[in-house]
């Protein structure tokens, strides 16, 4: 089976930076797009930030020109650098990945199971 293990959450000052990572592992033929979700307490799961195989972003509005997300292929591992955090960052963050596996051979979405990340003073 595949799974998705996210570390590199944690507390942060306002102003501060953070990195997440989430590597995938299993039986897996190819890594399609990859994201980062959070979802902040009383609130909805939201797309943070996304990357396709080759690299093209997409960014949620909130955090464009603070948040960086990247990937390496090699070590089927997708990142977030995350800078100027605010309170209103505070969430768990979730990492996604469409794969399709080696056997069975199946195309789907997978789940971490989150990483807390508190912005507080």
């Known amino acids: 089976q595949v799974q998705l293990v996210e570390s590199g959450g944690g507390l942060v000052h306002p102003g501060g930076s953070l990195r997440l990572s989430c590597a995938a592992s299993?039986?897996?033929?190819?890594?399609?797009?990859m994201g980062w979700y959070r979802q902040a307490p009383g609130k909805q799961r939201a797309l943070v930030a996304s990357?396709?195989?080759?690299?093209?972003?997409n960014y949620a509005n909130s955090v464009k020109g603070r948040f960086t997300i990247s990937r390496d292929n090699a070590q089927k591992t997708v990142y977030l650098e995350m800078n100027s955090l605010s309170p209103e960052d505070t969430a768990v963050y979730y990492c996604?990945?469409?794969?399709?596996?080696?056997?069975?051979?199946?195309?789907?979405?997978?789940w971490g199971k989150g990483t807390l990340v508190t912005v507080s003073s």
């Open positions: 996604n990945a469409n794969i399709r596996t080696i056997t069975p051979d199946y195309t789907g979405n997978y």
């Open positions: 299993g039986r897996i033929f190819r890594i399609n797009d």
């Open positions: 990357i396709t195989s080759v690299g093209s972003t």
